[in-house]
């Protein structure tokens, strides 16, 4: 199997590098180590004052979250914009189980729909070295509803572990679930490693491992699966978290400039 090289391209340098600026204590984005975000500063009202009411912010507006998305540009080579589903898609992640949430993790995955549908804007690209395919959509769901979803996530490593699967053709295959570290931007945020094993091959057994993050950053939310067999750039899965926080905070920022 050809071994790909670490994501360390010119272009995903200079996209990174603003953010990590602000990012004390950490030199990569490696898995071990994922990136910590400032802590923000609590703000105490002044003792003459009532509390201002919150004020509702607006959602993203089409061409914002389009502007919002992250691109290959983003990643670098060997990423590029996606020239189809994935083969892996139908062949492994379309299966199903009898236990409710791990059925309803997989569907979720295979349609796409962890956060719900419609998606507001979504992204696909591929890395044409390992045949990975990362899936970046953005969510127009409120907070609270986002803040379920992820509560719900967060059971999986435990109620879904391990478990059994069956794939097209009655494929049998081993699913395991675990916690996956995320840099810790944004308010809310969960990532999961969710791999479907088929050990009866005639050769080493076939491994589909899936990288899943969902990231709410104020009311905006984040979905991303960055999937393949046998090997996932996991460098890209938290470039793409860090880099999806940081754009929507570019958009944001411009939106209340433009006001």
């Known amino acids: 199997m050809t071994r790909r090289t670490p994501l360390g391209s010119a272009v995903l340098a200079a996209g990174v590098a603003g ?3 602000l990012v004390p204590g950490c030199a990569t984005l490696g898995l071990e180590h994922p990136p910590t975000a400032r802590p923000a500063l609590p703000t105490v009202p002044p003792s003459s ?16 979250a389009q502007a919002a998305l992250i691109t290959d540009t983003d990643l670098g080579e ?26 309803k993790l ?13 998606a507001l804007a979504v992204v696909a690209l591929d890395d044409a070295v390992t045949g990975a395919q990362l899936r970046y959509q953005l969510t127009d769901r409120r907070p609270k509803d986002v803040d379920r979803v992820l509560a719900w996530l967060r059971t999986l490593p435990r109620e879904c572990a ?10 049998v295959l081993d699913a395991q679930v675990s916690e996956l570290p995320l840099p810790e931007v944004g308010d809310a945020r969960q990532g ?5 094993t088929d050990w009866d091959t005639e050769g080493d057994p076939l491994v589909l491992a899936l ?3 969902v990231v709410r950053a104020g009311q905006d939310t984040f979905a991303l699966t960055n999937g393949g067999v046998n090997e996932v750039p996991n460098e890209a899965t938290q470039a793409a978290v860090q880099l ?14 433009q006001v």
């Open 49 to 64: 004052s009532r509390p201002a009411a919150p004020v509702a912010t607006p959602g993203l507006t089409d061409a914002q």
């Open 162 to 171: 391990r478990f059994t699967a069956k794939g097209p053709d009655d494929l």
């Open 19 to 21: 953010l990590l600026a």
């Open 211 to 213: 990288d899943v993050a």
């Open 106 to 118: 997989l569907d979720g995955l295979y349609a796409d729909e962890l956060l719900g549908a419609p």
């Open 192 to 196: 999961l490693r969710v791999t479907l």
């Open 244 to 257: 999806g926080v940081q754009r929507l905070a570019e958009v944001r920022k411009r939106g209340r400039v």
């Open 78 to 103: 060997p990423w590029t914009p996606t020239r189809g589903a994935a083969t892996w898609r139908d062949g492994m992640l379309k299966a199903t189980t009898p236990t409710a949430d791990c059925r």
